[in-house]
C-alpha cells in the first residue's frame, strides 16, 4: 500500500458511514479511507471472494473531456486507441510522459461521440489533470469532477445477483469494460460498469456525490443479503495482488514505462501520435531482452516479501531490484510478491532470493496471475 500523504487528509463522503460500522481509519494518498472493518482483512478478502465485498472508491477521480475534438484529445493523452472505442465501452489503459514513463494507470469511458470519462487514481488527480491541461487543454472543455462524484465497487461472484434486485439495467448481459450510463440504482441516479481491481467479476456504480450514502446503504443491505460485507484497503490490496494487478505508486511510477510493467498490450504504436510514444519505440527497438522487467513471484521458502526488501541473485548474491508489492495471498495459501529484476531473470521458473529482513528465503518467478476465478 502507498505511503500517507504528509498533508491533513481528506474525507470521502462515506466517511461517517465508516465510523458507525466501526472501521479503522487510516490516511491514504491523502484520505482518510477504511483499512479494515470490525471482522478484519481475511473476512473481508474472502467475502469479497465467495460473495461481494462493497468498497468506498469516492477518493478516485473522474475528470471528464467533451467536445468534437474529445475523442483525439482522449488519443493523445493514452497509448490505446481510444478514438475507436464504441460508445458504453470502458478501457484500461496508461498515460505516459514524454520519456515514456508511466503518468498514471486509468480507465476511460465512452459516454457520447464527444463525451470521455477518465477515472484516475486518487494521490494522482491534481497531477493527471495538469497533464492533460498541458498537453490538450486547447482542444476540448476538461473537466475534473471529483468533487461531485462518488463511486463504489460492488464485486465477487455474488455481485451481479444482488445487484440485480436494486436496479432495472441490463446488468445481466453486461460485459466486462463496458458501462451503462443514465441509470436507476435502488432510487438513485447511476452508471454501472463491469469494471473492478479484484479479480472478481463484479460493478463499479457512479453517482452524484449527495447520493453516495444512500446508495452505500441501499448497496450494503443487498450484498448482506448473499453473505456480502462492506471492504477496506486492506482486503482491496491483498486481493488485487493475487489478480497481480499493478498499484500505482508501487509497481507504476513516473520512472517505469508500460513495456516494462508487463502492459505491453495497452501500448497500441499503430494507435496515433500519444505522448511518449517516441520514447516507447526507441526502448522497444533497443530490445525487450535488455531492460528490467516487473516479475511476479512465489515464494518457495518461509518468509513473507513486503515492500522494499531487496531481490537477489541466488547464485551471486547481486541485488537485481526489490520488491514492489508483497504478502499473503490468503486464496491461494502462498506468499506472493512482485518486483522489477532485469529482464534476463524475469521469466517463469527463474530462482531469486528475496532478503526477509537479513534472512534470504527462495522464491520462484511464475506467469500470469497468482489467482484466477472460476468462470460460470
Request: hydrophobic share 40%.
Amino acid at each position: 500500500m502507498a505511503s500517507p500523504s504528509p498533508t491533513a487528509a481528506r474525507k470521502t463522503p462515506l466517511y461517517s458511514e465508516h465510523q458507525h460500522l466501526g472501521a479503522k481509519l487510516i490516511d491514504f494518498g491523502g484520505w482518510m479511507m477504511p483499512v479494515s472493518y470490525p471482522g478484519g482483512i481475511l473476512e473481508e478478502h474472502r467475502a469479497t471472494r465467495t460473495a461481494v465485498g462493497v468498497f468506498d472508491v469516492c477518493h478516485m477521480g473522474e475528470i471528464h473531456f467533451r467536445g468534437p475534438r474529445a475523442a483525439e484529445a482522449v488519443s493523445r493523452l493514452v497509448t490505446s486507441d481510444a478514438a475507436g472505442m464504441p460508445e458504453g465501452r470502458a478501457l484500461y489503459t496508461v498515460a505516459c510522459h514524454e520519456t515514456g514513463g508511466i503518468v498514471d494507470d486509468l480507465i476511460v469511458y465512452r459516454i457520447a461521440t464527444d463525451h470521455f470519462l477518465i477515472v484516475v487514481n486518487a494521490a494522482n488527480i491534481e497531477k493527471d489533470y495538469r497533464h492533460f491541461l498541458a498537453h490538450v487543454g486547447t482542444w476540448c472543455q476538461i473537466d475534473d469532477e471529483s468533487d461531485t462524484t462518488a463511486l463504489i465497487a460492488f464485486q465477487g461472484p455474488k455481485a451481479e445477483a444482488a445487484l440485480t434486485g436494486l436496479t432495472k439495467a441490463a446488468i445481466a448481459t453486461l460485459r466486462p469494460f463496458h458501462f451503462l450510463p443514465g441509470q436507476d440504482v435502488a432510487g438513485h441516479p447511476a452508471w454501472i460498469a463491469r469494471t473492478g481491481y479484484t479479480g472478481e467479476d463484479g460493478f463499479e456504480i457512479g453517482s452524484p456525490v449527495e447520493h453516495a450514502v444512500a446508495l452505500w446503504q441501499a448497496l450494503l443491505e443487498a450484498a448482506s443479503a448473499v453473505g456480502g460485507k462492506p471492504a477496506g484497503l486492506g482486503a482491496r490490496d491483498t486481493l488485487r495482488l493475487e489478480a497481480r494487478l499493478s498499484l500505482y505508486g508501487n509497481d507504476l511510477s513516473d520512472s517505469t514505462t508500460p513495456l516494462e510493467a508487463g502492459l505491453d498490450w495497452v501500448v497500441k504504436f499503430e494507435a496515433g501520435n500519444f505522448v511518449g510514444k517516441a520514447a516507447l519505440q526507441r526502448q522497444r527497438e533497443g530490445g525487450m531482452t535488455t531492460m528490467r522487467k516487473l516479475a511476479g513471484f512465489e515464494m518457495r521458502e518461509r518468509g513473507i516479501p513486503r515492500h522494499g526488501y531487496p531481490i537477489t541473485d541466488p547464485r551471486s548474491g547481486a541485488v537485481l531490484g526489490q520488491v514492489t508489492s508483497g504478502g499473503v495471498g490468503p486464496s491461494i495459501g502462498k506468499n506472493i510478491g512482485m518486483g522489477y529484476v532485469p529482464a534476463a531473470h524475469a521469466s517463469a521458473g527463474t530462482q531469486l532470493g528475496i532478503d526477509c529482513r537479513g534472512k534470504l528465503a527462495m522464491a520462484e518467478v511464475v506467469k500470469g496471475p497468482f489467482y484466477r476465478r472460476k468462470r460460470a
